[in-house]
């Protein structure tokens, strides 16, 4: 393995891999003066297992030549070991460096879970626009002179082009399905999303102590048998599983209501509240079944739940 | 019927079997037995230095929490029953397993505050002594 890929696992490695944090190029000078192109993509959306990585790749509109010397395209039709070197190339080549610029938002399983179970839910595609909005800003707060944006999506793009539009006036934004295969600045974006994504579940050390590790669980994707093994076969009667899973995936939450211990949260009712209309009679019949008037509970001692029931039954 | 709790551990040497860590947890866990809460959950709590605040995760759901001292002159002890007996109004033994002096309790994704039930449940123990104190 070469040494740039060696320091991407080291660096990986000493976060905690239960937080997001970012990874990121210098600003190439040229990128601070000259105007520039940045592609924005995502690796690791689907799966269950391990983070999902948002990358921004950026370059003078002049240089794009760069990209394609260096191979970006489709990344869907590169191999593994393809993008492994084309990452590699990008920061090692004297063309490539000194022009292109990129950033990797990898943000842990634990957030997306934690986020999708909020009070109020945060959808995974709100995480996703979040992350690609503060990695185009990261840029420009940088220094690098942004002035065209390509995203990658996977919904319906003209909803995302508007508030893009809206968040950055002066950029031209170009929001495509495909995007990755089209330009070769969101391929150089996804190359650096899946190189991350990759190495990221290649280093992945459990806090829970399990000594296992990617040739295991395999890829994430819930069609991959040892995945689907390890969703089957790792359960903690309470706690469900270890990190390294997204618990807001119904693979896992399906999993989990057949083979672990039930918890149940707090119901939130996100439906308009509806008004309690009690019955007339109800005011007339303040007698328990057996007809003994009973006394109400005093408020205070409802607030606090504190109630004189038998603790052991 | 009557509720006995036997304490064989009164001249046990162990001290630490009654200060032991316990969390309070915002949800109904339908389990009861030994888990595994240093393997589990604490490698996950993180305390904001300037707050005091607590911060963790279970089965997915974000958590704040406070660690939180129990009343002065009380402690809380955790006792077992070898049997339940099957006829409902018996005599009840339990035996004291261990307790704990403070706990760590967790509301889900909201601070801690004044407002908790569990810390305005403390509130009781002030009134009791004022009203049944001498």
Redesign the interface.
């Known amino acids: 393995m070469g040494s740039v890929l060696q320091d991407l696992q080291d660096f990986i490695k000493l976060r905690d891999n239960f937080r997001n944090f970012i990874n990121s190029s210098e600003v190439p000078s040229i990128c601070k003066t000259e105007p520039c192109m940045i592609g924005v993509d995502e690796a690791g959306r689907g799966p269950v297992l391990g983070p999902m990585v948002y990358g921004v790749a950026y370059c003078p509109l002049s240089q794009a030549n760069v990209l394609q010397n260096l191979g970006c395209a489709d990344s869907k039709a590169l191999t593994e070991i393809k993008r492994d070197e084309i990452f590699s190339n990008m920061l090692t080549e004297d063309n490539a460096f000194k022009n292109v610029g990129w950033i990797a938002d990898i943000i842990s399983p634990n957030y997306i879970s934690n986020s999708m179970y909020k009070r109020a839910k945060h959808s995974l595609n709100e995480v996703s626009m979040n992350s690609a909005i503060s990695l185009i800003k990261k840029a420009a707060e940088d220094g690098a002179n942004i002035a065209e944006v390509y995203v990658d999506t996977v919904g319906p793009p003209e909803k995302y082009q508007a508030k893009l539009s809206e968040i950055f006036p002066n950029y031209k934004i170009t929001v495509a399905k495909k995007a990755d295969s089209i330009y070769p600045i969101v391929s150089a974006a996804s190359i650096v999303a899946k190189v991350t994504r990759d190495h990221a579940l290649k280093v992945w050390q459990f806090l829970e102590g399990l000594e296992m590790d990617h040739t295991e669980f395999g890829s994430g994707y819930p069609g991959d048998p040892l995945t689907k093994k390890f969703i089957r076969e790792q359960i903690d009667n309470v706690f469900g599983y270890p990190l390294l899973v997204r618990f807001s995936w119904s693979t896992a939450e399906t999993m989990l209501l057949e083979k672990a211990a039930i918890c149940t949260f707090e119901d939130i009712d996100e439906s308009p509240k509806k008004i309690n209309m009690k019955s007339i009679s109800s005011f007339f019949a303040p007698k328990s079944e057996d007809g003994i008037k009973t006394r109400k509970r005093h408020k205070f001692f409802e607030e606090r739940y504190l109630s004189f029931d038998n603790a052991f039954e | 019927m009557s509720?006995q709790v036997e304490n064989n551990l009164k001249k046990t040497d162990n001290k630490e079997i009654f200060q032991q860590k316990a969390h309070y947890m915002?949800?109904?866990?339908?389990?009861d037995g030994p888990?595994?809460v240093k393997?589990?959950?604490d490698?996950?709590v993180v305390k904001n230095k300037e707050t005091d605040e607590l911060s963790g995760?279970?089965?997915?759901?974000?958590l704040d929490g406070k660690e939180m001292n129990l009343p002065e002159g009380y402690t809380a002890i955790v006792v077992t029953?070898a049997k339940k007996p099957l006829a409902e109004d018996a005599d009840?033994r339990?035996q004291v397993a261990g307790g704990f002096k403070d706990l760590t309790y967790w509301n889900?994704?909201?601070k801690p505050s004044r407002n908790d039930?569990l810390i305005?449940?403390m509130?009781?123990i002030d009134i009791a002594e004022a009203i049944h104190g001498d």
């Open positions: 509720i915002p949800c109904k866990i339908e389990s888990i595994d393997k589990y959950f490698p996950y995760t279970f089965r997915g759901h974000p029953e009840r339990f889900w994704d909201k039930s305005k449940a509130d009781w």
